[in-house]
């Protein structure tokens, strides 16, 4: 199988002693991680590496997903938000595309109810106003603490309205939460399938689980595929070879260019589908590293902050921003070797001498120069990046690419020395917010 590919030796810009020195002080660290995959289960704080060898959870997926998914089945509506919907849908539309949910002839669609808007809760009302047999239609609710506002008020909501159109709705509901969860508790008493994630997996780091295989499974994403892609880049990056070694390289270069003083980190995708996917990497980071207190409880208020571009769109509103304002963003674009492109610039052009030599060329070739161009324009700008090359964009490459990322931000954490796997100060807004309601 082929892996993602990580280029950055001559583009970096930094000093290859001092990461190779960087690389080697987290040696006792990579030999607990795999110490954690040699042990199993999820007893650990890195217990996510070993979600893609759970077969239990997998194959208690693809039961319920085979009995949930009848050829009527037209809509799933994800009900959660962060962790609970991000990598589900990063996946969803880096495979399917940013317009699925609006073509024709189609299905299953995936929807997302991820914020209490109202404007996006009508829209979704609207949309399933025509499903009239329960089972065109499945509702998963996902909160791992299980008690989610956001998520508690549109299930709500949603459920109250479908219930009163909708016979026998409450067989095709699935909650997915901790086990023991005051959610999970309720969800028995009512009678609704529940799906369990492990207490030491964080929504940021549940794709894997049944948070992200569940409804992925639902909308006929080869799910097998997609932690086969898991398993073979968690080798590789569990290794303590730099060379080979993706996300080793990639933390380290992340965290030597904060040492320097760049706290920006530009995740540039050159296929406008895989947007999502760094909203997903966005959370991760700013969860995982935005810190008030190091490991040790003294307060140092730490961080990196993400930012996801997307070629060619944002390089009509932020390439100037990027080439010529301050050097303060360290940037990775990610490509994928092989993509199907059957779309070619015809040989006859209407705005013939407008632009040159695009006559019969593939939107490939043209992104493709675009890229170069772009990687080119970095250089003379002497603006460091590295690329992670995938080596196309179905699940198997998807799968590596986001387990790549979760231990990057594992290497991260210890490099930073602050607790990549806790959140305490979004516990802040979620208080005071209980607190408002309550009057």
């Not at 990580?6 to 987290?26: I, M, Q, R």
């Not at 539309?93 to 995936?110: I, S, W, Y």
């Not at 406008?272 to 995982?288: D, I």
């Not at 769109?313 to 100037?320: E, G, R």
């Amino acid at each position: 199988m082929e892996l993602i590919k990580f280029n950055y030796k001559d583009t970096a810009l930094l000093d290859e002693g001092e990461v190779a020195e960087a690389a080697s002080s987290l040696s006792g660290y990579i030999g607990h991680l795999n110490e954690v995959t040699k042990a199993g289960g999820y007893d650990s704080r890195e217990a996510s590496l070993n979600l893609p060898f759970d077969e239990d959870t997998l194959a208690k997926v693809k039961t319920l997903a085979s009995a949930k998914k009848i050829d009527k089945l037209k809509y799933i509506v994800v009900v959660g938000i962060g962790g609970s919907n991000l990598g589900a849908m990063a996946v969803y539309e880096a495979l399917f595309g940013t317009l699925h949910t609006v073509l024709d002839g189609e299905a299953p669609k995936m929807l997302f109810l991820d914020t209490n808007n109202p404007k996006l809760l009508l829209d979704i009302k609207n949309t399933l106003s025509g499903v009239e047999d329960k089972e065109e239609l499945l509702i998963n609710v996902i909160s791992k603490s299980g008690g989610t506002t956001e998520t508690i008020v549109n299930f709500e909501a949603l459920y109250a309205y479908l219930k009163e159109n909708i016979k026998g709705i409450e067989d095709r509901v699935v909650v997915t939460t901790d086990i023991g969860s005051k959610l999970y508790h309720k969800a028995e008493e009512v009678g609704f399938d529940i799906l369990e994630v492990p207490k030491n997996v964080g929504g940021r780091f549940s794709v894997f689980s049944a948070v992200g295989l569940f409804p992925l499974a639902l909308a006929g994403v080869n799910v097998e595929a997609l932690v086969l892609g898991a398993r073979k880049e968690r080798d590789a990056c569990l290794s303590e070879d730099l060379e080979k070694n993706p996300a080793l390289a990639s933390a380290v270069l992340i965290h030597l260019h904060h040492k320097h003083g760049i706290s920006i980190q530009n995740s540039f995708f050159f296929h406008s589908q895989l947007e999502t996917v760094g909203k997903w990497y966005r959370q991760l980071v700013g969860e995982s590293l935005g810190k008030q207190h190091n490991k040790q409880g003294n307060e140092v208020r730490v961080g990196i902050t993400p930012i996801t571009s997307v070629g060619s769109t944002d390089l009509h509103s932020m390439a100037q921003l990027f080439l010529g304002g301050p050097k303060d963003k360290f940037t990775t674009f990610i490509s994928a070797k092989t993509v199907e492109d059957k779309v070619l610039v015809p040989n006859k052009l209407v705005f013939d001498g407008l632009v040159d030599d695009i006559s019969g060329k593939s939107f490939s070739d043209v992104m493709g120069a675009i890229y170069e161009g772009v990687k080119k324009a970095y250089e003379h700008n002497k603006i460091p990046y590295a690329e992670a090359v995938l080596p196309d964009l179905h699940e198997t490459s998807l799968g590596q690419f986001l387990q790549f990322k979760m231990i990057e931000m594992m290497f991260l954490g210890e490099l930073l020395n602050v607790n990549a796997f806790d959140q305490p100060n979004v516990e802040d807004y979620k208080k005071e917010t209980k607190k408002l309601l309550s009057v």
